[in-house]
């Protein structure tokens, strides 16, 4: 057996270092389909697992896929998946079975230009408002985008983190130009990571509830085979596990699976400023289009306009609060990102009449350049 | 309207380009590795995926930087690497004044440009070689010579690492050819300025 964390300095991509986060994060299980820009994950994946004692599995489509990262979590260990729009496109229904039976688990999702086939091998992001509400029902999951190599790293950890905790099926919305691209990766100490584990049940196994909630609303699981009785199904279930089929257990269930999400905004939540403290222009971004956010920041500011930057690293559940409040004291809003109108709704929801909001979008296929947000700005905005 | 964006003294954006096939994705690997973990800079390796990069028109885009980067594509190149004439093509349009052009000069017969210039026969001497795909190598030791865009040390450890195994003398003796011949280039360069040319020079 080899360390799982891989202490040193890298010069690796996206992709990879998603695969070395998921490792770091102690993940044994990962399934999956390979599919461009997503591949690599998987091939890293089938080199490192076995170092760690851990599973790989390439299975015979990405429904199969998602459904093996479900079972194996029953299992006990921490498990993931890898794909772009096709693929996630496939695993939907398996995503909703996820958050229903509120199993631990993460999908990487390297994003691609859809919809359909698409180009392939270019980027997009698209696939954000499949990622809230792309599995039919009502629900709430986390997603999170990470703009560079290193991002992919931590983002990882912190996803594996997020879905332990809260039981969920968390998404780690890359995009082809970030998983593909080289930047320095840092991996740190093993001490230095923090890891959470699902929390486990005590007591009498004979008096066991499987989805009866702990103090933060997320129920303890146990796994498949430790002598607790488990019940695991998609269809409408009471605190036993055992269907249910009437409006009362459905009302109880769903108030459970947002309520653990809703009540803990503050820690699922993460976003990043720059050059904010004075801004009077925002532009909201995620993902590899914060990069250009950045230098149109740094552009615009050379115009003596006062631009700020607010990125999402959780993208959902969405920072509401944090919009509407931004919003509250600023002109403009503008959300950056590669499809034509996704995030930027939220932000305009959130924003509620009171600044601007501008999209500065593309159909897909490569990333925006910073122009184009400065173009907007000086067409729009006084300095 | 131009926002030409952040040409910071402090960054330098390279593009690579060639046919794929040429090791022009591991060239630009090397200097964004070399930046990177050898000199402990900021650099950002993105790259053609695709067809292109298997056959057709390729390149790599490295930029090195003091601070963390922004955008991560080249915006106005300060250094193109061209091993083919088709990619020399695709981004002289590119190049200003103070830009920096390095060819294989076999490979790209035409150029014409306004800034500074230097070529060489990579190819040709890593045919002598007896590995003709070391001309990436030959190049990037001509590029650390001329430009000083990687310290020497940081793309001799780089190569010695990227490399097959067996092969890590042949390439580096690859990179110190191209080294070398890059040094004597601006030797040869100085000495003309000074008006020095000719048998005595």
Partial sequence: MKPAVRTGSYYMTGDVACAEGAIAAGCLFFGAYPITPATEVAEHMAERLPDVGGTFIQMEDEIAAIASILGAAWTGVKSMTATSGPGFSLMMENLGLGVCTETPCVIINVQRTGPSTGLPTQTGQGDMMQARWG?????ELIALAPSSPQDCFYHTILAFNLSEKYRV????????????????VVIPDAKEIKLESRPKPKGRKDRFKLYEPGP??????????????????????????????????????????????????????????????DADIVIVSYGISTRTGLTAVDEARKLGYKVGLFRLITVWPFPEQKIHEIASRVKGLITIEINLGQVHYEVERCAHGQAETHLVGSAGGKIIHPDKVVSLIKEVFQP | MTTSTQTVASQKEIIVTGFGGQGIILAGKIIGMAASLGDNKESTLTQAYGPESRGGACNAQVIISDRPIHYPYVQKPHILLALSQAGYDKFAGLLEKESILLTDQDLVPNVNVTCAHYEIAATRMAEKIGHKMMANIIM??????????????????????????????????????????????????????????????
């Fill in chain 1, 135 to 139: 599995s039919h029902g009502d629900y």
């Fill in chain 1, 169 to 184: 099926p968390v998404l780690v919305m890359a995009d082809e130009i970030v998983g593909h691209m080289s930047e320095k």
């Fill in chain 1, 216 to 277: 933060n609303g997320v129920a303890p699981m146990p796994s498949i085979g430790e002598g607790y009785n488990v019940h695991v199904t998609g269809l409408t279930h009471d605190e036993r596990g055992y269907p249910a089929m009437d409006t009362e257990e459905q009302e109880n269930m769903l108030a459970r699976i947002k309520g653990k999400i809703r009540n803990n905004l503050d820690d699922i939540i993460h976003t990043e400023e720059y050059m904010m403290d």
């Fill in chain 2, 140 to 201: 990037i030791g001509f590029f650390t010579a001329i430009t000083g865009g990687i310290s020497k040390k940081a793309a001799e450890d780089t190569v010695l690492n990227s490399v097959p195994k067996g092969t890590e003398e042949k390439n580096l003796k690859a990179f110190n050819q191209g080294y070398d011949y890059g040094i004597s280039t601006l030797k040869g360069k100085e000495k003309r300025a000074a008006g020095k040319t000719g048998a005595i020079a």
